[in-house]
């Protein structure tokens, strides 16, 4: 007898970090009324917090790295900022890999 493999259907589709991110690359956030958020690019202030955190993080002081992602996350987030969202949550979830701590996430 032979196996099969079924496709599985559309309705379980795995939704993974890239997935979820990269489906709202190009749509723009709403406000609370429904109208557009306006786009902010906090690229300097990213480079900088980057930085900053990867020494905190190389001396071990990651959990404190992780609060100034954190709080950068969110100012990415809410300013609609998607391409810096993208590179603070990657490195955030390096940092946790990299600590070998998966309570951190």
Do not use: F, H
């Amino acid at each position: 007898a032979s196996l099969t493999t079924a496709a599985a259907p559309p309705y379980c589709k795995l939704w993974t970090l890239d997935n979820i991110i990269m489906s709202n690359i190009g749509s723009s956030g709403r406000a609370a009324g429904g109208e557009l958020e306006e786009k902010v690019d906090l690229t300097p202030e990213t480079d900088a917090k980057l930085e900053q955190s990867a020494e905190l993080a190389k001396s071990g002081q990651v959990k404190e790295a992780l609060a100034m992602l954190a709080a950068l996350e969110k100012r990415c987030r809410v300013g609609n900022d998607t391409s810096n969202l993208i590179r603070v949550c990657e490195t955030s979830l390096q940092y946790c890999k990299d600590a070998g701590d998966d309570e951190l996430l």
